[in-house]
């Protein structure tokens, strides 16, 4: 894939392999930057490069540190903004914050919102991401939002390497459409767990809904944070008599002792996509084979250079 005209893309710390990656399917040069920091912590940038009347794409997921490279996205969108860029599009593989989206509880917040607001506010002017944890957050932007989905590169994979007898698994209600829509690509049957949260990265599966007796089971999600639910709902799969127990998911936070819970868990076999860097502890358990790591490079190159060229974003879509 070849970009012409004026575009330029450019990364922060949270995540230059893939960045990288992207340039290599789009032909081009990661732009040039200085990113270090104060002796204090605070972020020091500096663009090393002309980018006056640029299409400029920023290639940032907010994945942990949440904070720290939340903070590095907005410090580099206001940099280009006040650099005289023509565009500036936050290219966001991961954006966090995204589960605080709702009031459903008295006196919390909506970090989602905020988090669109401060983006907004240093002076993006579009957004690509990938898989957000609820589709509503593309509306709490004030600018254009490109919502990618890692099911092409996913779907992809299970047709090159099929379960036999298998059986698509929703862990929760809310994953209820994002499963159905996989297991129709895969040619699939579709189960459901019915799932109470008493508190944050705590679930409790209460039920199984659906036949999985003798099946290889595919648990469907969009992250993975502590491992508790896909962990949980693969011991409720083997109880409700399942065979092999499989899971992918797009976004790899694995944090606190996800990596131990995984390992001590029934699935057999764990699919990501590389929208976050594998932590150390990961790149282990996909040394021996139990994770594996697809890249979802090519479509943000697809996403960026639709953007750039002004054609159709949807087409990525499967």
């Known amino acids: 894939m070849s970009v012409t005209g004026n575009i ?36 020091n940038f500096q663009i090393g490069e002309n980018v006056r009347g640029t299409d400029v794409f920023i290639i940032q997921p907010t994945c942990p540190p949440t904070d720290q490279n939340l903070m590095e996205l907005l410090i580099m969108i206001d940099t280009f903004v006040r650099a005289s860029a023509e565009r500036v599009t936050a290219v966001i593989p991961y954006f966090g914050y995204a589960r605080s989206d709702k009031k459903d509880r008295p006196r919390v917040p909506i970090a989602a919102k905020l988090v669109s607001n401060l983006i907004t506010t240093a002076g993006a002017h579009r957004i690509l991401t990938v898989d957000l944890h609820a589709s509503q957050i593309q509306g709490f932007f004030d600018i254009p939002v490109d919502h990618l989905y890692a099911a092409p590169v996913i779907v992809n994979y299970f047709q090159n390497n099929p379960i036999e007898n298998s059986i698509v698994v929703a862990p929760d209600t809310g994953g209820a459409e994002r499963a159905r829509a996989y297991a ?92 976050i860097p594998l932590c150390e502890k990961g790149r282990r358990l996909e040394d021996e084979g139990r994770i594996e790591v697809l ?21 990525l879509f499967i």
């Open 295 to 315: 890249s979802i490079g090519n479509l943000l190159a697809k996403g960026i250079k639709s953007i750039h060229d002004e054609t159709s974003v949807s087409s």
């Open 184 to 275: 129709k690509r895969l040619n699939t049957g579709l189960a459901l767990c019915d799932k109470r949260r008493e508190k944050a990265n705590v679930a409790e599966v209460m039920n199984i809904v659906g036949d999985v007796v003798g099946k290889n089971c595919l648990i469907i999600d969009d992250m993975c944070d502590t491992g508790g639910t896909i962990c949980k709902v693969a011991e409720a799969l083997k109880k409700a008599g399942a065979n092999e127990i499989y899971a992918c998911f797009s976004h790899a936070v694995l944090s606190g002792n996800a990596i131990e819970n995984i390992a001590n868990s029934h699935i057999k076999k764990v699919i990501v996509t590389n929208t």
């Open 8 to 43: 330029k893309v450019f990364a922060g710390n949270a995540h230059k392999l893939l960045a990288e990656e992207i340039c290599r399917h789009l032909s081009c040069d990661l732009g040039k930057v200085s990113t270090d920091r104060f002796s204090d912590g605070e972020f």
